[in-house]
């Protein structure tokens, strides 16, 4: 199975401006999950969506969105951007089925983002 | 808040040596996973131990539970330089169990000399 991709890879943008981020889960993974990751404050859960559905949500302002389509591809979008939301965003995605036998999670290779 | 503290920060060795990293949390559990990362790329799911289990290999890796003690371990046979990496440990929490809501410690930075 082909595994998680992200595009881009790398984006600069600047203060102020908005970014879509992709993410291709692995084929028959319905969960896909974003992280952060920064040095300062490590990996941090941003949301989950579940067949078209936020399932869970973390800490983060509302500027931080994200949606999935029908088939299980995410995207995620920042507003108006900051300083401080340069990072690596991190997409995992896994079977994501309630009871079953534990929910490793499955990493794309990141977007780097640089806002300047 | 981070969930999990790992011990210690950072950590280097010869090849050949093992490597023990430890991660300790602050609420029950309903599984505890450990990643590797390289150098900021993607997390590579290494194992995953269950609040009912104490221990679990996989190859030349070993992890430990310590329910009682909120703390887990990760132990490293005979290390090589591709062992070279970051280690985090993952926790779920209580209602979101078996969902892609993990919480990461900070990580130990483990370099393997050759």
């Known amino acids: 199975k082909a595994g998680v991709t992200q595009t881009p890879r790398y984006l600069i943008k600047t203060r102020g401006q908005q970014v879509t981020l992709s993410c291709s889960p692995i084929?028959?993974?319905?969960?896909v999950s974003w992280y952060q990751q920064t040095p300062g404050q490590g990996l941090q859960f941003l949301f989950e969506y579940f067949s078209e559905t936020q399932r869970n949500k973390g800490n983060f302002p509302g500027r931080f969105s994200g949606r999935q389509f029908s088939n299980s591809r995410s995207e995620m979008n920042v507003s108006t951007l900051e300083l401080g939301d340069s990072a690596l965003y991190l997409c995992?995605?896994?079977?994501?089925?309630?009871?079953?036998?534990?929910?490793?999670?499955?990493f794309g290779p990141g977007t780097r983002l640089t806002v300047l | 808040s981070q969930q999990g503290e790992e011990d210690p920060q950072a950590l280097s060795i010869q090849e050949g040596e093992n490597a023990t990293m430890n991660c300790s949390y602050k609420?029950?559990?309903?599984?505890l996973q450990w990643y590797r990362q390289n150098s900021g790329r993607g997390l590579v799911h290494l194992i995953l131990i269950r609040s009912n289990e104490r221990e679990k290999h996989s190859g030349r890796l070993r992890v430990t539970l310590d329910t009682s003690k909120k703390s887990s371990s990760l132990l490293i046979t005979a290390s090589r330089a591709a062992d070279t990496a970051s280690y985090f440990c993952a926790t779920d929490l209580p209602g979101s169990s078996n969902t892609g809501k993990l919480i990461f410690g900070q990580g130990t930075t483990l370099q393997v000399k050759p």
């Open positions: 609420t029950s559990i309903n599984n």
């Open positions: 084929s028959g993974h319905r969960s």
């Open positions: 995992a995605s896994s079977s994501g089925l309630a009871g079953g036998p534990g929910n490793e999670q499955f």
